[in-house]
């Protein structure tokens, strides 16, 4: 089983950039599909960006140009670097793995979940 722990986040003014980073311990040695994830208050999970095992990536259209998900194998981590950032952003940001496929428009897919970290973005 892996446990992961989101960091980074806090708060910034629009147009700014933040990057936040996933790290996973346990049983790191098998692979697994990644995400990131963001949910508001009361709103259902929604999808940001998704690593696949052969290294492909996904992202939502909404941080399409914006956003890029990273990882570094040796050190365990995933990152979400974060640029032009607007208030819309603003989220609870959760870093999620699954062993079986999984895709980013399905969050049920992913069974392992970070506590979630938060992102803050002010006019």
């Known amino acids: 089983q892996v446990q992961l722990v989101e960091s980074g986040g806090g708060s910034v003014q629009s147009g700014g950039s933040l990057s936040l980073s996933c790290a996973a311990s346990?049983?790191?040695?098998?692979?697994?599909?990644m995400g990131w994830f963001r949910q508001a208050p009361g709103q259902e999970r929604e999808g940001v960006a998704a690593l696949d095992l052969d290294g492909s990536t996904s992202y939502a259209s909404s941080v399409k140009g914006r956003f890029t998900i990273s990882q570094d194998s040796a050190k365990n981590k995933l990152y979400l670097q974060m640029n032009d950032l607007k208030p819309s952003d603003t989220d609870m940001y959760y870093c999620?793995?699954?062993?079986?496929?999984?895709?980013?428009?399905?969050?049920?897919?992913?069974?392992?979940w970070g506590p979630g970290n938060q992102v803050s973005v002010s006019l």
């Open positions: 346990g049983d790191t040695s098998t692979s697994y599909y």
């Open positions: 999620a793995a699954a062993r079986d496929y999984a895709e980013l428009e399905h969050p049920d897919e992913y069974n392992l």
